[in-house]
């Protein structure tokens, strides 16, 4: 991780999107752009999002203020307690892509809750194996 402060410190420079590549267990590659915009320390680096586009349904909310919260930050929802890794809970069924690396046991089960996952509504879990999370200006040549 490169860290919330640096990224925040980053994002200050212009616009950026988000994009999430996601690798699962079988070695299917999916991803989701989305345009964002991070508050700062003060905010508790809230994020906000809107999906631009991807070949994965989206699991995050948009349009909403998604605290980053961890297990020791005292977050209203219970997602960082029993979800381990740091993140941008909503609810805490939707997706962790900071939970631990935790293999698949025999016929492909995982322990949903501890692993690293990706959840749209009304939608099958996706079991990961690996992600990225990146981030690049909306305007390339403004970069030169």
Request: overall charge positive.
């Amino acid at each position: 991780w490169l860290g919330l402060k640096k990224i925040y410190s980053i994002t200050q420079q212009g616009n950026y999107l988000l994009r999430i590549e996601l690798q699962d267990w079988r070695g299917n590659r999916r991803h989701i752009e989305y345009s964002f915009s991070l508050g700062g320390p003060s905010t508790n680096f809230t994020l906000q999002l809107a999906r631009m586009s991807g070949s994965i349904p989206n699991a995050l909310p948009e349009h909403a203020q998604l605290r980053f919260s961890t297990g020791d930050t005292g977050s209203p929802l219970p997602c960082p307690q029993s979800h381990p890794g740091g993140w941008w809970h909503s609810e805490c069924e939707e997706t962790n892509l900071n939970g631990k690396y935790v293999m698949p046991r025999s016929r492909g089960r995982l322990d949903r809750g501890k692993g690293l996952y990706w959840k749209p509504k009304k939608g099958r879990y996706y079991l990961l194996k690996s992600t990225k999370i990146m981030i690049h200006p909306t305007d390339l040549k403004s970069f030169d």
